[in-house]
């Protein structure tokens, strides 16, 4: 029986889970199958046969990694059981799309047809979650390594520290603040001022604005049970990432009446995030290191060294379907590791070595939270669960709290993997998997609060079992933890305030450059500088949408990051022998933490990281800000720049931009949003909260729920922007689902 609230938000209920699975699947298949097909196809390097050339490259790169291949063997390896739902619910699939009256309209606008599916698209739609959530282009390992050749050790760590000021870790650590290189060891002021000239590049978004979730025990609660909130942040689309639903089904060993709300993941048979009534939790990235570069020697004969002896690389090909053209064949080659690349910067060859690639990474393990009572069966599920791995925050309905990562961790040897490793150490790093018991976990704290954000959670010798993956600058964690430490009896509605902060405390520093370099003699020399001056100097102090003050700062923190970056990017290139040609001098922002880098400099303002374009760094402050308010209009038209000017929602279909006039009803509306990235209220134009939980398990009827879009895919549907306003404004909507609108009874096939 499938009954749906006027938000078409179902209650699933059945007297099996594979009879859960199956409506699922049915539901998923009628409302998002082109955003399933995308899912697949995206991790299988599959999208050419769907939409032409113009997903040629991408199905290239992606076929690298056999992800149809390594699908095929977590299925094999499933349980009986959890195989029996999986199998229901590609047969749901199968069953929603056949019984639609008509192929879905995507299907129509790129006249083709939808394919069936199969029980490994399922983990091909998690694998597209490995490419969204783990470094899969290994950027911080690259980057690190080339710099490696090129500089000192010193230098990579103040270029990329560990250690920020706004570190706010839940299990604290001290690690080392880095000197700041002298000139013995980087000088930018013996190149000539026309060395950096012609500076290329492009400013690269601040992608990690990640996740955030936080748990408070039963000891800040009136009711003594836990709260649990959660805010995902992801790319945004239409149709929306998540599908929301509630199951009802009998408990298989106790006969125990189950029932669990929460969003599934179009694609996959589970619920991703929600609560059961005695337990709720929700993920955030982990942003540990789950990617490993492993430095080749390549001999001749397709031979390459392993810590045995030679061995001979696997070379493959792969037949890439394009639509409208003949199929093409790429050649790939392997290693023990993984497949071979090339660094972006010089010649060096590398295996890249993926969690992802091993079947054994990846199940449906989380199902099984549907049935736990307590926060150490939710994190013993966690450990077992295979997913990209995430920070998994859990409470209890007795006030209990914890955290853990869900998904699978490999052994570590200890090496710094922030770096290349070298092949004589590859085989030694990732010996195994880590056992359960011996996963990092944190359980009842004694300040009652957990928080995660996307920056490093742990320290010490947990810190060592997951290692460094590229963790997201520490202020809006920082912000977070800060909050909770306010509250002394927590509530829904107090979280969804903490949830809902958007005070600038990063961009602060930065504004306090601008005033100190905008003193009164050199900002009375222009206009432009007065007014830009007294938009700054009387800002909210928030990412609020009507604020110019705030839009200046952002503009002037980016600017100038752009510009420093590609100073210090060319000046770095210029040191190696062998650098490939073409590569743009903003290269340096695939480094992790290098915000710390540029505020320390701005701070310190030492003369030997400076270009000798520049006689000072006041000078490079002042330069910025009037290229600013030329870029912005002129000091005349200050006044409408605001902060929502430029943060407006970008959320769209894909296919919208291919239909003239009528693709723009495919999107959500345009509207202004208020957050930033480095605050909890964490919100780009097309990235940001992609759904908001926050629940007491047991007391769900006071849970608040968000989510940037509608249940259904169609833009006819009823429930295509169902919610999106309510998102747009953070009303506090019901987490349950309401009174049943429509009822659909699915009967065996006699």
């Not at 059981?81 to 009256?101: D, F, I, P």
């Not at 290994?138 to 103040?158: H, Q």
């Not at 870790?169 to 950096?196: A, C, H, M, W």
């Not at 000072?616 to 002129?634: A, C």
């Amino acid at each position: 029986m499938i009954e749906r609230d006027k938000m078409g938000i179902p209650v699933i209920a059945g007297q099996q889970r594979a009879d859960i699975a199956f409506a699922l699947g049915y539901l998923h298949a009628q409302e998002r199958f082109f955003q399933m097909d995308l899912n697949r196809r995206n991790s299988a390097g599959e999208l050419s046969e769907l939409v032409g050339e113009v997903a040629l490259q991408h199905d290239k790169t992606q076929r690298k990694h056999r992800f149809r291949r390594t699908a095929k063997q977590a299925v094999t390896i499933m349980t009986p059981n959890q195989l029996a739902v999986l199998e229901a619910y590609t047969h749901g699939v199968n069953q929603g799309l056949k019984h639609l009256k008509d192929k879905p309209f995507e299907y129509w606008l790129l006249n083709t047809e939808p394919q069936p599916w199969r029980n490994e698209d399922t983990f091909l739609t998690v694998f597209s979650m490995y490419m969204d959530l783990n470094d899969d282009e290994v950027k911080l390992d690259n980057a690190k390594g080339f710099l490696s050749r090129i500089t000192s050790t010193e230098v990579i760590d103040f270029v990329s520290p560990l250690r920020t000021r706004w570190d706010a870790p839940v299990e604290p650590g001290i690690y080392p603040i880095p000197e700041t290189p002298g000139v013995e060891q980087i000088n930018l002021r013996e190149k000539p001022s026309d060395f950096y000239t012609a500076l290329t590049g492009e400013l690269i978004e601040d992608s990690l604005i990640g996740s955030n979730n936080w748990a408070v025990s039963g000891q800040l609660t009136d009711h003594g049970g836990a709260i649990v909130e959660d805010d995902m942040h992801l790319n945004h689309r239409v149709p929306t990432i998540w599908y929301r639903a509630q199951f009802r089904f009998p408990d298989a060993e106790t006969g125990e009446p189950v029932n669990i709300t929460g969003v599934t993941l179009p694609g996959a048979p589970i619920m991703v995030v929600g609560s059961n009534g005695k337990v709720a939790w929700g993920f955030t990235n982990s942003s540990a290191d789950w990617v490993d570069l492993v430095e080749l020697d390549l001999g001749e004969n397709n031979l390459y060294m392993t810590p045995q002896g030679p061995e001979r690389l696997t070379i493959w090909n792969e037949t890439i379907q394009v639509k409208g053209q003949a199929p093409v064949v790429v050649e790939y080659r392997g290693t023990r590791w993984g497949p071979v690349i090339e660094s972006p910067y010089d010649s060096v060859q590398y295996a890249l070595r993926w969690i992802a690639h091993d079947p054994e990474a990846t199940n449906i393990n989380l199902m099984n939270l549907e049935t736990v009572n307590s926060v150490e069966e939710a994190m013993a599920v966690a450990n077992s669960s295979g997913i990209p791995p995430q920070n998994f925050t859990v409470g209890d309905a007795e006030g209990n709290i914890g955290w853990t990562i869900a998904g699978r961790i490999p052994t570590r040897s200890g090496l710094d993997t922030s770096y290349p490793l070298s092949w004589q150490d590859a085989d030694s790093h990732w010996r195994a998997w880590l056992s359960p018991e011996d996963y990092p976990r944190i359980f009842n704290p004694e300040h009652n609060r957990i928080w995660t954000a996307n920056a490093r959670i742990v320290s010490g010798k947990n810190y060592e079992k997951l290692g460094n993956g590229g963790y997201a600058l520490g202020p809006r964690q920082m912000q977070i933890r800060d909050d909770l430490m306010t509250i002394e009896t927590a509530d829904e509605q107090t979280l969804l305030n903490v949830a809902l902060d958007d005070r600038a405390l990063y961009l602060e520093n930065f504004r306090q450059i601008i005033l100190n370099a905008l003193g009164e003699p050199v900002r009375s020399e222009k206009s432009g500088r007065q007014v830009f001056h007294q938009f700054v100097e009387s800002w909210s102090g928030r990412a609020a949408t009507d604020d110019v003050g705030y839009r200046l700062v952002r503009e002037f923190h980016d600017a100038l990051k752009l510009k420093v970056m590609k100073f210090l990017g060319r000046y770095f290139m210029s040191l190696a022998t062998d650098a490939k040609v073409g590569i743009e001098d903003s290269w340096l922002q695939k480094i992790n933490h290098e915000n710390e880098m540029l505020l320390r400099l701005y701070q310190e303002q030492p003369m030997n990281w400076l270009s000798s374009e520049y006689s000072s760094w006041n000078e490079l402050f002042l330069e910025t800000i009037d290229e600013l308010v030329v870029d912005l209009g002129g000091a005349d038209t200050l006044a409408e720049a605001t902060w929502g000017q430029r943060n407006t929602a970008k959320i769209h279909h894909p296919l919208s931009s291919a239909i003239p006039v009528l693709g723009q009803f495919l999107n959500m509306p345009a509207v202004p949003l208020e957050g930033d990235s480095w605050m909890p209220r964490a919100q780009h134009p097309d990235k940001g909260v992609s759904e908001r939980m926050i629940v007491a398990p047991g007391r769900e009827e006071n849970a608040i729920f968000h989510m940037p879009g509608g249940q259904s895919g169609h833009p006819l549907s009823p429930f295509f922007k169902k919610g999106y306003m309510d998102w747009v404004e953070a009303r506090e909507t019901p987490f349950l689902p309401g009174d049943a609108q429509y009822r659909l009874t699915l009967l065996p096939i006699q």
